[in-house]
């Protein structure tokens, strides 16, 4: 009398990791598809370009003298003249987050020169023959710009505290600050990128870029309110982006009355805009 057939032996954890192993190796995963590409793509060029920090963090300290020395300087002065209305804050409080702005912008204002660097080092070609979209491209390297853009602001806020200016500390409008400055940071760099793709070189572009920084600075509301300046500058003003991230920082930094809803749509439509003309003149770039 034979007995009963034996059970299979069940197969061991070591086996079940091998046979999937093996068949990752015959059948590649499944790439990723639809709306999960871009954000995937944007966030690893901006951990790319974010990774640069970590081999020459001069910049970051280099460019923290400007800021002080306009808070320490320009503000401490200003504030004993009393000659700017602003609303009956100290001129040093008025001034801090216009500051922010200004620190933000001319990180992001020559951020061209870069990607005109990667042109002439051939990085920029191999980037171009990946799957990566362009528009994830700019991006990318427009967010990484609003994130040293956002270590620059911590900066001049620890300087503005020191000088004793008066700020809020609460979370979710220091989270605001982080945002404006980012989108901002994001708009300015991609017009950086915008004029690279026009002008093509270096030289042209630092030219630019020196002739519209100050211009953008004067005609906003960073140094003094909208009010007092003339009628054919306030038009300037209300069209530049700088102005409504300025006003943006102060009522979330300061409390003063402010346009928050429109402040943060027309920099999320800049930025959105600025990755748009950036993405098509990419192309132009690399040739």
Known sequence: MSGAPAAPRPGSAETTAAAHDLDLLLTPPRARTGWRVLP??????????LQKLRHDRTELYTRAVQPALWLVV?????????????????YIDYLAPG????????IAIFYGIMIIWERDAGILTKLLVTPTPRSALIAGKAFAAGVKALLQAVVVVVIA??????????PLRLLGVAVAVILGS??????????????????RLMGIGQAITMPLFFAS???????????????????NPLSYQVDALRGLLLGTPSHLPLDFAVLVVAAVAGIAAASSLLGRLAR
Request: hydrophobic share 60%; proline share 5%.
């Open 161 to 170: 505290a020191l000088l004793g200016v008066a700020m809020t500390w609460n």
């Open 99 to 106: 500051i922010i702005a200004q620190s933000a912008m001319f």
């Open 40 to 49: 995937a793509r944007v966030v690893a060029m901006c951990v790319v370009e």
């Open 221 to 239: 509301s960073a140094l003094y309110p909208v009010a007092v300046m003339p009628g054919w500058l306030q038009v300037i003003s209300k069209v």
């Open 74 to 90: 320009f503000g401490v002065t200003f504030t004993r003249i009393r000659a700017i209305p602003t609303g009956g804050i100290p």
């Open 186 to 203: 994001a708009f300015f760099s991609c017009l950086s990128m915008t004029i690279a793709g026009i002008v093509l070189t270096r030289d």
